[in-house]
């Protein structure tokens, strides 16, 4: 059995696993129009949030919306058909953030995870319980942690320095407050949640999806122990570039990568991540055609490089860029 | 100032509670349409309970929609206009109870209650909190105690004796459990909630809305100081009896009644409340018309008597009530 591990974020994260579900299935068939390969996502939870006494976790959410196929294409997040009745309440009531809308679809998600949360349970088995409702064609979500480390944002704000939740930087203040940089609070004290280092050291290829590379892929490896699991596994590493054309496809990405001094290229980003072996990550590394001009300096790290069309539309172009993916990582059928 | 005091349960007394406010508009207007009388209704718990990870207090719901005029008349329980979307998705987790529905409208209650209870507020600081959205007409809603004091019914189920929450008994076996007893769990070490024992001590009447005897009345008078403040009060107490043409109006109090040996009848229920003074609660009592033929018992037991039309149909024969009560406990404008 091929073993496939995705390192993701939100949006971006769930376009790219239902093209690695989608490329599994043509790569590795399992005669009933689904797969034997095992797909494992490693989910940031840097963007989870307590939020009107719920426990909200909109990357692990979006993946498993988006792989049962009840997400809102359209919008880009939450569920399709979605309404907002009772965040109308909870806005006469004076709770919750204003700028951020829980969908009454959404909130029942809400609602069943914070009851086993509340009942004791971790965050990986309150996902295995939610994911159990949906056909999410054999991916197992995995948050990257069980403990509760929130991403917050150092801002200068007029003149005085602050710092907020991820989420109210991001959806708030569309990430227009300079960040001065990214902190995880409490990420001293966590481990990564149980099935992850398993799941990394018997892969057979570990793929970095076009997330957030700051703080979606950044927050996963913040993780103590993970970074390191996964520069020690046997398997290839090979990450797609978030930067199409020079640019963030969707999102404020670049804000993010402003922050900590990198340039929004696809280079520049491989450069970021670095070479596995020298301090870095990566075996491979997809850009877009747009930018194949970066692929002489990436392939200069010694960083295998391929480039292709990167923007995900449908599960075709998104399973070719995962195909791509596999392909630089070696994994054939 | 006048000052009210209604010891209530969910419907009935939410009714009651309106008939309570219209009287005193009338006896007592403040020139605008108000009243300058001050009504503290005391309200039930028992009912409450932990659902879906969310505190629902359902007596304290029933009276706040009802006085803010957002009650569904027809149905009788919750909002008007009241969908069910979240709680469908949570019958898709597998969360809450089938059967016990959270609408929409009303999770946007729950919800915020839930949360600033989960940050150390007490339940009588939320119930201040979740009012003053509402425009109660000046009724000042205070939970019996903020202890947790759920009901609990111990039933004869086959051949073995059980013990459920009172929800699951009402709203699941609609009663049909023959009930042995009715357990309010934790009841020693609970206290009146802040307010309660400073409005009972100062009240011009206190009023015994027609709420069920044993599980709301009773309930609210099982909180350790609740019933001494009541008797040892100034004021007179006078209640209305639930029971119209020797039977309940609706609800199943009937069962309530059975459980502890008293019979359905409106001379049954004010001597199980007994003559204060002489172990029990009661100065006056109002019995419903078809009823008048109990007036002579219960007069014998030297507890003031009258009878009118009990049926609160409308805001004007829940007013006559109210002002029948009043009469009887000798507050005139």
Redesign the interface.
């Known amino acids: 059995m091929t073993r496939i591990v995705v390192l993701a974020g939100g949006v971006g994260g769930a376009r790219f696993l239902r093209g690695v579900r989608e490329e599994a299935r043509r790569r590795f068939p399992d005669g009933s129009g689904g797969t034997t390969a095992a797909i494992a996502a490693i989910v940031n939870t840097g963007d989870d949030a307590w939020l009107?006494?719920?426990r909200i976790t909109p990357d692990l959410d979006s993946i498993m919306y988006t792989l049962a196929g009840v997400n809102d294409e359209q919008r880009g997040w939450g569920r399709l058909g979605e309404?907002e009745?009772?965040?109308?309440?909870?806005r006469?009531?004076g709770?919750?953030w204003p700028w951020f809308t829980l969908g009454?679809?959404d909130?029942?998600?809400h609602?069943?995870r914070?009851?086993?949360l509340?009942?004791g349970l971790r965050l990986s088995a309150a996902v295995e319980?939610?994911t159990r409702?949906w056909d999410l064609g054999g991916v197992r979500l995995l948050p990257a942690t069980d403990d509760e480390v929130e991403t917050h944002v150092r801002v200068r704000d007029g003149d005085v320095d602050r710092e907020l939740h991820f989420q109210e930087w991001w959806t708030r203040y569309r990430a227009a407050l300079p960040a001065r940089a990214f902190v995880q609070r409490g990420v001293e004290a966590a481990q990564p949640a149980p099935g992850v280092l398993d799941a990394i050291a018997s892969a057979d290829a570990i793929l970095l999806a076009p997330s957030n590379p700051v703080v979606s892929i950044g927050t996963v490896l913040g993780i103590p122990g993970l970074r390191q699991a996964v520069t020690g596994a046997s398997a290839p590493i090979v990450g797609v570039s978030p930067i199409i054309g020079g640019a963030v496809v969707r999102g404020m990405a670049d804000a993010c990568l402003a922050a900590i001094g990198v340039e929004t290229s696809a280079a520049a980003v491989a450069e970021h991540y670095g070479r596995r072996g020298r301090g870095g990550l990566l075996d491979g590394w997809l850009v877009d055609d747009r930018d194949a001009e970066s692929m002489a300096a990436v392939a200069a790290s010694e960083i295998a490089v391929s480039s292709l069309p990167l923007l995900m539309r449908d599960a075709d172009t998104s399973a070719a860029i995962a195909a791509a993916a596999l392909d630089l990582a070696g994994v054939h059928r």
Chains 1, 2 share one sequence.
């Open positions: 009107a006494g719920l309404s009745r009772v965040s109308a309440e909870l006469e009531y709770v919750g009454d679809l909130l029942g998600t609602i069943a914070t009851s086993w509340r009942d319980r939610l409702r």
